[in-house]
């Protein structure tokens, strides 16, 4: 019976977390534009809760890591990521942040997961607003306690038992 209770508790709060989330724009390079435009009235993320951004990281949830990432800068976000609370976030936003995009060279670090966990990969150069749409409900889920695939269009794992 105690168990029932937790499990229902534990989906309460999943579903509370998953439409309040503040996140955290570290934004550094052209997928910024994108950015702006994914928070613009027209793709209303206020719909997912997720439309307030909070530019401290002890009030923020979930970081996004907005465009390339430099050596220099990957110490900043990782001392940003340390200071967040948890239950916290990470989505890494365009082709650079999720693995350097087509910048081979000694400079940029090749994906933010090199320095912090990511939950949430967004592809593309920049990335379609759409698809971070999507990547927002995807990482929905997993708050609220579903198991997802992490990449849009991989398959999702076994659903839970
Ligand atoms: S993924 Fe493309 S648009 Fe985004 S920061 Fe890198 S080069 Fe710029």
Redo the contacts with the bound molecule.
Sequence with gaps: MMEYFTTRKDDLVGWVRKFSLFPYPFVT???GM?FMAVSSTLYDTDRFGAALPRFTPRQADLLMVV??VSHKQAQVIKKIYDQMCEPKWVMAF???ATSG??YRNYAVLQGVDKVIPVDIYVP???PRPESVIDAIMMLQDRIAGDRHPIFPGEQPNPPKV
């Design positions: 390079a052209c997928c994108e465009g390339t365009g082709a650079c995009g087509f593309g150069c920049p």
